[in-house]
């Protein structure tokens, strides 16, 4: 049977990337299947894209997915900057980051904040385990509380909660899942390729070799049991002409800077996305009952990105002609006869 083409043509196989080298069974296999699918089937041109990741095995799964992208595996906790400088070098890039809850919330947490303040245009994706799974499982800065190890050492250092600290910092698309509900992270990632500004989502994904065991609070069984999500998400891309067909008064609308329509199906009380305090404490809330929200948890769709704050020219500053990006001499002599 020949195989599935999307809408540019293409087969689903320069999406595709290298084996994984990761366990079997780690949630972090599970994201890359969900995004090799997403852009697919946003029909995302791969050679548009830039994936970038820092160290550890999240940070190695770039490798497992668009085989046909440009990639860049950077120094531990530093993948923002270099996401940063590839999207101002070049703005006609698609960037997806993949980052550890050990990379962002540890090494890289000065990196993080600043990406998030700025608003890059970026996909930023945290597959969260509660630890360093590449260095053998110590407790990460988004353990849980209480949450045990297998050698029976107890966490008792709070969590940082990259979801809240994202949506304080300026993050204008915050949004939580598991690597364990395709369908759900397949609609936020959809969302977040028609989303310009930074995309942080935390994906709770268990590392099934250090941290999938009793006690811990990022375990599938655990994640299982304790997810709640606060909206039901549905994406349609502007390409699609689908007539939607919801329960009025139950579905917000939230129209993408392309056009593209994101249906949040309120499941909690009045969840309203963008309500940035409300998405503050609701996130606060479900942690103190042991559970953590799921969903798109806020959305500011009509922030400026840096690129646009910057006002930078259409034109990828990478292709620019040497003698666009260098002031000629009589610019320089003019600068210095007014400082005389
Ligand atoms: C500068 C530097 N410090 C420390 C390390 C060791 N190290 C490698 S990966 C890692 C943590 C990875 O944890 P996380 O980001 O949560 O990824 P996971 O393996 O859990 O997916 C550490 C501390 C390193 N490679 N480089
Ligand atoms: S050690 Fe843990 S995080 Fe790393 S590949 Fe194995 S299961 Fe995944
Ligand atoms: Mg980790």
Do not use: W
């Not at 990741?53 to 440009?70: D, Q, R, T, V």
């Not at 999500?229 to 392309?258: A, K, L, N």
């Not at 909690?268 to 929200?293: M, N, P």
Request: aromatic share 8%; net charge negative; with cysteine.
């Amino acid at each position: 049977m020949p195989d599935r083409i999307n809408r540019l043509g293409l087969e689903v196989t320069p999406y595709r990337g290298g084996k994984t080298t990761l366990c079997a069974g780690c949630g972090h296999n599970a994201i890359s299947e969900r995004i090799i699918d997403a852009f697919f089937d946003m029909g995302v041109d791969p050679r548009q894209v830039v994936k970038l990741s820092g160290i550890g095995c999240s940070s190695k799964s770039p490798a497992y997915f668009l085989g046909a992208a440009h990639g860049f595996n950077a120094v531990h906790g530093r993948m923002p900057s270099v996401g940063t400088g590839a999207m101002l070098a070049n703005r006609k890039l698609i960037a997806i980051g993949v980052s550890g809850d050990g990379d962002t919330g540890a090494i890289g947490i000065g990196q993080f904040v600043h990406l998030m303040r700025r608003n890059v245009p970026l996909i930023y994706i945290i597959e969260d385990n509660g630890c360093y799974g590449l260095t053998k499982g110590q407790f990460s800065p988004t353990a849980d509380v209480g949450s045990v190890l297998k050698n029976g050492i107890v966490n008792d250092l709070t969590p940082i909660d990259t979801c809240a600290l994202g949506i304080q910092l300026g993050a204008s698309f915050v949004a939580r899942s598991f690597s364990g509900d395709k369908k759900q992270l397949l609609s936020i990632l959809k969302a977040s390729l028609s989303h310009r500004g930074t995309a942080l989502i935390d994906v709770i994904s268990p590392c099934v070799t250090f941290n999938d065991h009793e006690g811990s609070t990022k375990s599938y069984a655990y994640a299982k049991d304790h997810d709640e999500p606060v909206d039901e998400v549905s994406f349609v891309p502007f390409f699609e002409d689908i007539s939607i067909d919801y329960e009025p008064g139950s579905t917000t609308e939230v129209r993408m800077h392309d056009g593209s329509k994101l249906y949040l199906k309120k499941v909690a009380e009045d969840y309203d996305a963008t309500d940035k305090l409300h998405a503050i404490s609701v996130i606060h809330e479900t942690a103190r009952r042991g559970e953590f929200a799921t969903g798109i948890l806020y959305i500011e769709p009509d922030k400026d990105d840096f690129v646009t704050l910057l006002n930078l020219v259409d034109e990828p500053l990478a292709t620019l002609p040497l003698e666009r990006v260098r002031p000629p001499r009589e610019a320089l002599e003019e600068i210095m006869e007014s400082l005389r």
